[in-house]
């Protein structure tokens, strides 16, 4: 086993290196504030990240897949209640026919 010894420069040289690198989104308009160019995007363990320095809007990419994904969840659910309220109305019929 051996250990690395960093100096303190060649530690900051690290620290940068794993630090995103935010950059302006040139023309992007934040969804919150509607201020231009003062979003910024950057990725971060694969997750794109994108933020805007005028009001502190903020959010990532999985939150839009979150979403994206919560809203098919709903359709399914949709789809799922309906077939259940007609089973219930059937069984309804049912339990007065006899
Ligand atoms: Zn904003």
Known sequence: M???????????????????KKRFVAGATCPSCKSEDTMRIWTQNGVTFRDCVECGFAE???????????QQDAVQNNSKTDWN???????????TAS
Not at 85 to 95: E, G, S, V
């Open 2 to 20: 051996s250990i690395i010894y960093l100096t303190d420069k060649e530690l900051r040289a690290v620290v940068n290196f794993m630090k995103p």
């Open 85 to 95: 309220a007609k089973d219930k109305l059937i069984k309804i019929i049912d339990a």
């Open 60 to 70: 990532d990419n999985n939150i839009l897949m979150q979403q994206n994904q919560q």
